[in-house]
């Protein structure tokens, strides 16, 4: 069965640092593209980190530039976001989600989508 797994999400204070991942099965991991979302309450769901698995080209969304680092360990088929400098605004349930256009925040280009993993940055 295909499956994407999130975890790592938890509770950290300001100016913390969490390192998610996204273990996927079931395809072919270096066809993919891996798209991180977020979505906190009451608000619109948002692409927040892009990378496509065959060379590592990585993309990010501007709120997040400089603190968040996507990277694959493609000999474990598994996505990771290392997000350093956590604000209370990175408050979200983070999903993975995985599809064979290039990056993009077009939710209908993916085809797989994780549980997500609340990630929760207190003042």
């Known amino acids: 069965d295909v499956q994407l797994q999130a975890s790592g999400g938890g509770l950290v204070q300001s100016g913390g640092s969490l390192r998610l991942s996204c273990a996927a099965s079931?395809?072919?991991?270096?066809?993919?593209?891996i798209n991180w979302f977020r979505q906190a309450p009451g608000k619109e769901r948002e692409g927040v980190s892009c990378?496509?698995?065959?060379?590592?080209?990585?993309y990010y969304v501007y709120s997040v530039k400089g603190r968040f680092t996507i990277s694959s360990d493609n000999a474990k088929n598994t996505v990771y976001l290392q997000m350093n400098s956590l604000k209370p605004e990175d408050t979200a349930v983070y999903y993975c989600?995985?599809?064979?256009?290039?990056?993009?925040?077009?939710?209908?280009?993916?085809?797989?989508w994780g549980q997500g993993t609340l990630v929760t940055v207190s003042s």
């Open positions: 990378i496509r698995i065959r060379d590592g080209t990585a």
């Open positions: 079931g395809f072919t991991f270096d066809d993919y593209h």
């Open positions: 989600a995985a599809g064979t256009a290039n990056c993009g925040n077009i939710e209908e280009f993916y085809d797989y």
